[in-house]
């Protein structure tokens, strides 16, 4: 039976620890079949974190059960999620759309809430060459322009406290982290929060639209006609840089001109606003911190322990905290990025 969920699950799933217990093999086939998708017994499971993602084999071709981790995100927002998908499919952007049963997107099986989607073909993106970063800058150029139309109203705003402040605090709390580098922990990382929050001072009222929010290579695929756009589940509001910085990598003369070719891309279907230049290095530190937050407060998960092994060793907090000191020195030094 197919029903909308009104409220997180509850039940055995919802452990923090064991988020996805009971979710096996004949589950995930059952929670398919309960929309009237016919099976075929081919089950393959892909490569997500956050979430459980498996590619199903049914009689009209493969389809991708996407399976939400409980207490993560609330109903009103993985609707407000598929909505915006939606709206970028009907602009025939090349986007996961969830698939409508029952004119629904998101449903229940047991405990799980979960959506289904088409499968997409593709490849790995190969941004080698810079014809590939104008036609990826066009893509998002078009994405920006369906989504600084509107705010989102239930995913949230990215801010300092939201990716910076709360998971340094959960990070300093966690018993991963070496005690004997606690102190000086704590003050690296307190310097570079601070110079974030002087940068994002300093450049003003930035316009804020609806992103993809979490546009890196490993949520894009590359077809005959370019990228297409798997996974909108981080869709928040912010500046357009966010979506566009982690397509840059290298030394500082290659990252200039691959910005040169994703800017000319994206310029041809939304303005951009070259002040926001100012916080790409505040945005690679939010990121930074925002990514051990993250790793620490899933760490009961088991998906996470063999994902990021190294997190329980020594030498990588001592790295990180190298990282740190010299990321807030990165932010000091004269913008990478001009207009």
């Known amino acids: 039976m197919i029903r909308t969920s009104t409220s997180a699950p509850k039940g055995p799933s919802a452990h923090p620890a064991q988020p996805y217990a009971g979710l096996d093999p004949k589950t995930v086939l059952e929670a398919a079949e309960s929309l009237g998708l016919a099976t075929d017994g081919r ?31 609330s109903d009103a927002q993985i609707l407000e999620e598929h909505r915006f998908t939606a709206e970028l499919a009907a602009a025939e952007l090349a986007v996961a759309e969830p698939l409508r049963f029952g004119g629904q997107t998101l449903m229940t099986y047991r405990s799980f809430r979960f959506a289904a989607f088409p499968w997409m073909a593709g490849r790995a993106p190969e941004l080698d060459l810079l014809d590939s970063r104008e036609l990826l800058g066009r893509a998002l150029g078009r994405l920006h322009a369906r989504g600084f139309r509107s705010d989102f109203v239930h995913r949230g705003t990215l801010g300092v406290d939201r990716f910076g402040t709360v998971p ?38 930035l316009n804020f639209g609806r992103l993809h929010g979490d546009c890196h290579l ?92 190294w997190f329980g060793e020594q030498r990588y907090w001592e790295q990180l905290l190298r990282d740190y000191l010299e990321q807030i020195a990165q932010i000091d030094m004269p913008p990478l990025l001009s207009a």
């Not at 979430?51 to 071709?61: I, K, L, M, P």
């Not at 100012?278 to 051990?292: Q, T, V, Y």
């Open 43 to 73: 089950l393959f499971q892909l490569n997500s974190y956050e979430n459980r993602v498996y590619q199903v084999g049914t009689e009209a071709g493969f389809r991708v059960l996407k399976f939400y981790r409980a207490n993560r995100w």
């Open 168 to 205: 340094r605090e959960r990070t300093l709390r966690s018993a991963l982290l070496p005690a004997a580098l606690l102190p000086s922990f704590e003050r690296a990382s307190g310097a570079l929060l601070a110079r974030i929050e002087r940068a994002f001072d300093e450049a003003g009222a």
């Open 218 to 309: 490993g949520n894009l695929l590359w077809n005959a006609q370019g990228p297409v756009f798997v996974d909108l589940d981080d869709c928040i509001n912010g500046p357009a840089l966010q979506d566009l910085w982690m397509l840059l990598s290298g030394s500082a003369s290659e990252q200039r001109s691959q910005w040169e070719a994703l800017v000319r891309g994206y310029t041809q279907f939304a303005d951009f606003d070259y002040r926001e230049l100012s916080i790409l290095e505040a945005l690679r530190g939010l990121r930074m911190l925002h990514h051990a937050g993250w790793v620490v407060q899933r760490w009961e998960d088991p998906a996470f322990p063999r994902a990021f092994p």
